[in-house]
Every structure is written in structure tokens, then in C-alpha cells.
């Protein structure tokens, strides 16, 4: 298309301001990045000598495929046939780029009237006409063998392209290989690891490498804080020191919080053996950290903005104050486990993890969009502020630079980072914009620069989206306008279904689960992300100057966060918000190939409107599973249920059926989603009562998921209040929702709706004081108006099972037993032999590290008569009937 047809073709009187066509993608550095990136992946566990090894095959095979070209080359004293050479390059009088290889003298400008003819033209006409005459059957002889030789030069030229490209991979791939070697050899270098392989006992000086990470604690003990280091001195007896570069991860108390990145720290522990790219894990004692250097000045800075961010949100709403520092700089301290829950079920992570859309929100404030960024029509503030062009992309350097220090050099933010560095090379000098080549160009730094990066999932998950916005969301938008869908709408929604389809099989691998809402939730969150960016890093800006203009920005970037907050909680509390999918790369390739089929379906599915609409409302309905529906459709649960035990993972929730619509609950569960679906799907919209048997995270951890959406009358615990920081979790969650905590007393009788209980253990004080929260588990035997018996013992360890015996000499048998702490081996066989259950149910998590429940607790209750079900293998059991009529009924583990 030439530049008239363009001008003709634009919706300006004036033409268009870029009439020149851009030419095709430049897909060359594509395969030398994915070169680099698996040989920096294959390498990163390899040997020094195994790494040279690879990297002198593929630089071999890179020279076996170039050597015939040389070859040629140096024996015809020319390049390769199809290649251009000297002689075939335009000389004088050609225009400038022409790429013929014979010359065309350039025509003088006719400056004669018009109408006036030229003097001679018949005559230089008709000569011309007999030399043509003359030459045709010349020409045509020869033609054919000129198109010959054209298509044997073009065949050989093609045949060396190619063969240049692959030795390129290779040469990339050898540097890839190479760069893992050194890396794993470096981080394998020194005492570290081989102390680490005999858990012993270490004093090291290291370097703190990013901001300290909450840990989920397991309940056992206060609040952790993960923290990447790197150990540079190893202290030995004697004063002996050996310098090292080893990458550790150091498991520190809550007094490490507020260590800054660059800050070094002197730390005595104990070693064991790390994985991945980390070759060691430390635990550090609890107390201060010895600070031996203090963190250098730009960190410094950087934890000041940080800091001021949170300082100026700090008014806010528990959800927009924890999310605002993280949506912005990536400071996600504040976001507490309920609200990461439902940014992971919904597939909006990436939200909190700062990516390329935030650098690219700044950057388009500065330059505006990079492809008018050399026009005289270019966008952002620069060329309204008179900026030139190569200032501007100096500044946007600068900017890049800040944000990588600000929001710390994630994965995610690396990514960004270098391809924005690229384009912005790109602009100053002048060259073309494209932004799969800058992709590929940063992943190829990237991954020689820091080859760690080749097995980081936030880094493959990063690239695969951006790749997947310029090559595959573009094509996708056009299909769905063409089906009449709008500009801005189309463009969205390809984005996201977009993203969505590359992204999803890798979070199978490392998530065995598939995210059923995450193209709708994006799609709602995605409009206000831009807002509440811009509004935060003002914020962030305003707040070292002025704390009152800072803290107006925040309440005015909160409107937007909150509803992306709200998005993910509505959408993160939907029953079907999250399918099981099988995981690892099998359950990765299987996902790939069904998003490929429902991509093909999908694209014919559009030409039937009424199918695809149907199709909508089953997914749909699949999502929202109305309680009736799903009875009829699984058959759980029974309609008779009288005792439930969700599946919410290793940890325990069980329900205690009181009537239409209202049970009893004990314990929540670690997370809030599962033991929220299993409320759910039983239909209970009204607690009267929540007994958390004891503080334990396994039990609370989702005491949100129970008060979310529920009429919760009070909550009962233990009176043994620890560990503090659970039971400090309880206490101001409840608080939040209005609901009162109360300790159970033992002996306590109470009756609702034909279920009756009552509290067995803890002993009343004076009494021995437990060992731990699991013997302060609160104990209920229950009863239902049918008559049903069951005993409820929390997680009580073997004493205080016997304690339990000693204190109820009458306790009568049961009909169901939910087995103490997930079925471990430590039961008091007394104990199972006085109540001898007909029905035995094992809460436990499917592939725990603990090894429950434990084969010789099965076995013992198997041999008393039991039936044993466990959650990991039937999933929930709900429990009906009663005598004869007894049954358990699994909901097979599924969606």
C-alpha cells in the first residue's frame, strides 16, 4: 500500500499523520531468547564441568552448521550464492534504498509548460519500438535461465538464513548454559551446603536481598518472616572467615520485619538443605537481628516512599489500606490471608504483583503510546512540556530505574524493566518501535544476567502474558469486532481471555486448580487499575513533602482499589470460583491442549449465538451452583444430613445440622474459601453457634469464610489462649463482624433445634495445666433428636485422651468419631476401645508433610468395627441416618 492509498484511507481531511506501512514483526531474536532461557534453565542444577560440556556442543553444532558458508566463502573469495554482495549493491544514481542490483539513472524534472510536448518523442518512440522488436526474442531466450538462477540464488540464500538462524539458538543456548553453570557453581561454592546436608549449626554474615515475607504460620508457634539473602562471610572457629556468594533463605521472627534490602546482618543458626536456587535454609533465633551495615542510601530512600505510602493510606479501609501499597510498589505486608485467598481464586495476583502495566501507566504519562512516540502528533506530558525526544527516553530511563528500586527487582518487574529499557532505546535513536523484539531482547539479557530467572514462575507467567497481548489478544480483538462487539470492549476481552488461556496451564502445574472466573474478574478490575495507579504513585510522591496532600490522593486511589478488592472478594466467594485440576507439567499439557480445543470450538461457536449463549449459562450456573441444583446434580448433600466434615485441606470444619438453614460449626479450617463452599453447598445461612476447639491456624485460619455472608450468633473457644498471635486473629476478626468470643466451660449443656452437647474437656481449674493447645482442645459429645451419638475431640494428644476417660468414667460408645488430630499416630487406644465407633472420620489434607493419618490408626480402628473415611480420598462426608440406618455419604473429590 502506498502513502496515498494510506492518506486516502484515513479518517483526517488531512491525510494520515504516519502514512508508511509498518513492515512485518521481527521475529529474529525470538529463538536466540528461548535459546538462552532453556540452556540457563538446563544448567541451573548441573556441574561446572557438565555446563562446559553443553556449551561446547552447541557452540560445536553452531560451527558445524556455519563452516560450509566459510568455507565457500574463503575458497570463491565471496559470500555464499544468495547472499548480496559488494558488486550486487547499488551504486551511483540509485534512489536511495532501492534494492535492485542494476542501476536506474533517476529521472530530471520535466520544467516545460504544460501541454507542450516533448521535442523528439515519436521519433525516440518508434526507435524504441524496433530495438524492442529486436531484442524480444533475446530477452525471452534468457529470461528463463535468469529465472533460474534467481530461484537457485534464492533456494541457497534461504538454506544459509536458516542455517544462520540455528547457529545463532545455539550460540545464544551455549551462553545460556553457561551462564546457569557459573551461577549454580557459585551458589554451590563454600561450607554452606555441605553443612546444610548435616543440619548443623552455622555463623554467617549476609546480605539481606529483598523485604521479609509473612509466612503463613502453621499455628505452632508466633509469626515467621522469610527473608532472601546472600551469605558473604562464613565464620568459622578461630576467626577463620571464608568469603562465599551463596543464596540463602533465612526463616527470621517478627523482629526482622522492618530489615530493608542491602542491609547486612550477622546471624548464628541452623542449616538445612534449601531447594531450587536456594542452596540453604537458615533459622535465626528469636531477638533482634545483630546489624552489622546499615542499608545503602538509595534503599534507604526507597523504604522512605515505601513506608510514607503506607503511612498515608493508613486511614483507609482494612482491605483498600492493605492492597493500595501493593497494587502500587508491590508492598504487600498488610494484605491478610482471606483477601490473598480471593485474588488467588480469582486469578487477579498479578494485581498485587507489580508488572509491566504499572511501569507501562508511567512510562504512557511521560511518552505517551511508543507507537507515535516519533511523531510530531506524540503523546505525554514531554512534548507538551518541550522535552526533545532523546531527553524524553533518558527520562524514561531514569523513571524505569526508580521503579525497579521502589518496587523491588521481582521477576514481574525485571521483565518490565528491560523491555522498557529496550523501547526506550529504541525511541531515542531514532529506530523502529516493536515490541516483541524488545520481549525478546529482555529475556535474553535477563536470563544471562541473572539465570535464576530461567525457573522462576513469576517470570515465565510475566513473559507468557506479554507475549500473549502482542501476538494473540490483537487477532482475537479484531475476530470479535468483525462479530460486532465494540472497540474498547473487544480489546479488553481479548486481553484478558488472552492472558488467561497462556497463564492458566502454568498455574495448573505449581496450583492444581483452574480459576473459572478470571476472564469476568479481570475484566471488572482491569478499568480501575490504570486510576488507582496513577492516583497511588502520586501519593507515594507527595507523601516525603506533604503527608495531607499524600493522604487526599490515597482516600481518592482507594474508590478504585476498593472495588478492585471487592471484585476479587464477590468473585473469590462464588462455589465453583475454582475447579481441581490435576497438577505438575502433565496436568499443565493436558490444560494447554483443552484451551486449545475450546479456543477452536469457540471461534465456530461464535456464528451460533443461541449455543454460545447456552454454553454461557452452564458455566454459569457451574459457578454459582444453587444449592437446589447441585443436590440434584452430585446428590450431596443427602437431604437428611445430620453431621458434615468438609474437605478444607489438613485442617478441620465440621458441621452439626440444628435445623433449616442453621447448624453448628466447629472449627474453620486453614483457609476461608473451602470451609465458605462446604457452608455453601449444606445451605447454612445461620450459626447460632462456632466452637473453635483451639487456636491452632489449621482450626481459625478461616474463621472469615463462616462469618462471610452468615448470621453468626457467638463463638466459643478454648480458654488456653495460644499461640497469642492466633488466638489475637480471632479475637479481631470477630470483633470486625460484631460477634462476641466466650471460652466453653466444661460441663456446659446445651440444646437447639433437637441437637444437644456437651463439653467434656478442658477440665474446670484447678486442673493440670496442658501441654499445649492441642490437649486444650475443646471436647463435645453430641447428640441428635434422632439419636445419633458423636464425639468431637479436637486434636487431643494420647494424655490427655486418657485425661479425657479419667474425667468421664461414663462415657458411652458412639456412633461417629471425628479422630483426633487428623488421624496421627499418637491415639490412646483406651480411649477408641471405650467409644468404639461404628463410624470413623479423618479430616486430613491430601499429600501432607506429616504422613496423616497414620496407616496403624487406621488399621486400629478398621479392626474395631469401623468404617473409616478420610477427606483426602472421599472428600466431604456428610453422615445420615441412624443405628441400622447409619451411612456416610462422600462427595467425591471434584470441582
Not at 511518552?367 to 524514561?396: D, H, M, V, W, Y
Not at 472420620?841 to 491430601?846: A, C, P, Y
Request: glycine share 12%.
Amino acid at each position: 500500500m502506498n502513502r496515498l492509498e494510506v492518506h486516502a484511507g484515513a479518517d483526517h481531511r488531512l491525510g494520515s499523520a504516519n502514512p508508511y506501512r509498518e513492515g512485518p514483526t521481527d521475529l529474529r531474536l525470538i529463538g536466540p531468547a528461548l535459546g538462552a532461557w532453556g540452556g540457563a534453565a538446563a544448567a541451573l542444577n548441573s556441574s561446572a564441568a557438565e555446563a562446559s560440556w553443553g556449551s561446547a556442543l552447541c557452540l560445536a553444532a553452531a560451527v558445524a552448521l556455519v563452516a560450509p558458508a566459510v568455507r565457500r566463502a574463503l575458497r570463491l573469495g565471496s559470500l555464499p550464492r544468495g547472499l548480496p554482495t559488494r558488486e550486487a549493491l547499488p551504486r551511483k544514481g540509485l534512489r536511495r534504498g532501492a534494492l535492485t542490483s542494476r542501476p536506474v539513472p533517476l529521472r530530471a524534472a520535466d520544467t516545460r509548460p504544460r501541454g507542450e510536448e516533448k521535442p523528439g518523442r515519436d521519433e525516440g518512440s518508434r526507435g524504441e519500438g524496433d530495438r524492442s522488436e529486436r531484442d524480444r526474442g533475446q530477452d525471452e531466450g534468457s529470461r528463463g535461465e535468469r529465472g533460474r538462477g534467481r530461484d537457485g540464488d534464492a533456494g541457497s540464500g534461504a538454506v544459509w538464513r536458516y542455517r544462520g538462524a540455528a547457529a545463532g539458538v545455539l550460540v545464544c543456548a551455549a551462553a545460556g548454559i553457561l551462564a546457569g553453570g557459573l551461577h549454580a557453581a557459585e551458589a554451590r561454592r563454600g561450607p554452606l551446603p555441605g553443612l546444610a546436608a548435616g543440619f548443623r549449626q552455622a555463623t554467617v554474615e549476609l546480605v539481606v536481598r529483598a523485604d521479609p515475607k509473612a509466612t503463613r504460620s502453621a499455628g505452632w508457634g508466633g509469626a515467621s518472616y522469610a527473608v532472601d539473602a546472600e551469605v558473604e562471610k562464613v565464620l568459622g572457629p578461630g576467626g577463620r572467615t571464608e568469603r562465599v556468594h551463596t543464596p540463602v533463605l533465612v526463616i527470621a521472627p517478627a523482629s526482622w520485619q522492618g530489615l530493608l534490602p542491602s542491609t547486612r546482618v550477622r546471624v548464628s543458626g541452623r542449616l538445612a538443605p534449601g531447594e531450587g536456587d536456594v542452596a540453604a535454609v537458615l533459622r535465626a533465633p528469636n531477638g533482634p537481628p545483630r546489624i552489622t551495615g546499615p542499608p545503602t542510601a538509595v534503599q534507604r530512600r526507597a523504604g522512605e516512599l515505601r513506608s510514607g505510602l503506607r503511612e498515608a493510606a493508613g486511614g483507609l479501609a482494612p482491605d483498600v489500606r492493605a492492597l493500595l501499597p501493593g497494587l502500587v510498589v508491590g508492598d504487600t505486608s498488610r494484605v491478610t490471608p482471606e483477601l490473598r485467598a480471593a485474588f488467588r481464586a480469582t486469578d487477579l495476583t498479578h494485581i498485587m504483583a507489580v508488572s509491566g502495566s504499572n511501569l507501562a501507566i508511567m512510562l504512557a504519562l511521560l511518552i505517551g503510546t511508543p507507537g507515535r512516540a516519533l511523531l510530531a502528533e506524540r503523546g505525554g506530558l514531554a512534548p507538551r512540556l518541550g522535552i526533545s525526544l532523546r531527553t524524553t527516553a533518558l527520562l524514561g530511563g531514569a523513571l524505569t530505574l526508580a521503579f525497579v528500586v521502589v518496587c523491588r527487582p521481582e521477576p514481574s518487574v525485571l521483565r518490565a524493566a528491560a523491555c522498557g529499557l529496550v523501547t526506550l532505546l529504541a525511541i531515542g535513536t531514532g529506530r523502529r518501535r516493536s515490541l516483541i523484539p524488545a520481549l525478546a531482547a529482555a529475556v535474553l539479557l535477563l536470563v544471562l544476567y541473572a539465570p535464576e530467572l530461567a525457573r522462576s514462575y513469576g517470570f515465565l507467567l510475566s513473559v507468557l502474558a506479554t507475549g500473549a497481548l502482542l501476538t494473540i489478544a490483537p487477532g482475537w480483538s479484531a475476530v470479535l469486532r468483525r462479530r460486532g462487539v465494540p472497540n474498547g470492549m473487544a480489546e479488553v476481552l481479548a486481553a484478558a481471555a488472552a492472558a488467561q488461556a497462556v497463564c492458566a496451564p502454568v498455574v495448573a502445574v505449581f496450583a492444581a486448580r483452574v480459576s473459572l472466573v478470571a476472564v469476568p474478574c479481570n475484566l471488572l478490575a482491569e478499568p480501575a487499575v490504570a486510576l488507582a495507579t496513577v492516583l497511588g504513585f502520586a501519593a507515594l510522591a507527595a507523601a516525603p513533602v506533604v503527608m495531607p496532600l499524600a493522604q487526599l490522593l490515597a482516600w481518592c486511589a482507594g474508590w478504585p482499589t476498593g472495588w478492585i478488592a471487592s471484585v476479587a472478594r464477590t468473585g473469590g466467594a462464588l462455589p465453583g470460583a475454582q475447579a481441581q485440576w490435576p497438577g505438575g507439567w502433565g496436568g499443565g499439557l493436558l490444560l494447554a491442549v483443552a484451551t486449545g480445543l475450546v479456543v477452536l470450538v469457540g471461534r465456530r461457536l461464535l456464528r451460533h449465538p443461541w449455543v454460545a449463549a447456552s454454553l454461557a449459562l452452564l458455566l454459569l450456573l457451574a459457578v454459582v451452583r444453587p444449592v437446589p441444583l447441585t443436590r440434584i446434580v452430585t446428590g450431596w448433600p443427602p437431604p437428611d444430613w445430620s453431621y458434615a466434615m468438609c474437605d478444607v485441606g489438613q485442617g478441620d470444619a465440621t458441621v452439626l445440622a440444628a435445623g433449616a438453614g442453621t447448624a453448628v460449626v466447629i472449627d474453620a479450617g486453614p483457609e476461608p474459601q473451602p470451609v465458605d463452599r462446604c457452608l455453601h453447598e449444606l445451605g447454612v445461612s445461620r450459626v447460632p453457634l462456632l466452637l473453635l476447639t483451639h487456636f491452632h491456624a489449621d482450626h481459625v485460619g478461616g474463621l472469615a469464610g463462616v462469618l462471610r455472608g452468615r448470621s453468626v450468633g457467638v463463638i466459643e473457644t478454648t480458654g488456653f489462649g495460644e499461640p497469642p498471635d492466633q488466638a489475637a486473629f480471632v479475637r479481631r476478626t470477630a470483633a470486625a463482624d460484631g460477634v462476641a468470643v466466650v471460652p466453653a466451660r466444661y460441663g456446659e449443656r446445651r440444646a437447639l433445634g433437637g441437637l444437644s452437647w456437651e463439653v467434656l474437656w478442658p477440665p474446670p481449674a484447678p486442673g493440670p495445666a496442658p501441654d499445649g493447645p492441642n490437649d486444650a482442645s475443646v471436647t463435645l459429645l453430641a447428640r441428635t433428636a434422632a439419636g445419633l451419638t458423636l464425639l468431637l475431640p479436637g486434636d487431643l494428644e494420647p494424655a490427655s485422651q486418657q485425661g479425657l476417660l479419667r474425667q468421664n468414667p461414663g462415657l458411652p460408645r458412639v456412633d461417629v468419631l471425628k479422630v483426633a488430630h487428623h488421624g496421627s499416630a499418637h491415639q490412646d487406644l483406651a480411649l477408641l476401645g471405650v467409644v468404639r465407633p461404628r463410624l470413623a472420620l479423618i479430616s486430613v489434607g491430601r499429600g501432607n508433610r506429616y504422613g496423616h493419618p497414620a496407616p496403624r490408626t487406621v488399621a486400629v480402628l478398621r479392626a474395631a468395627g469401623a468404617a473409616v473415611l478420610r477427606t483426602d480420598t472421599d472428600g466431604a462426608v456428610a453422615v445420615t441416618g441412624v443405628g441400622d440406618g447409619l451411612r456416610a455419604v462422600p462427595r467425591d473429590r471434584g470441582p
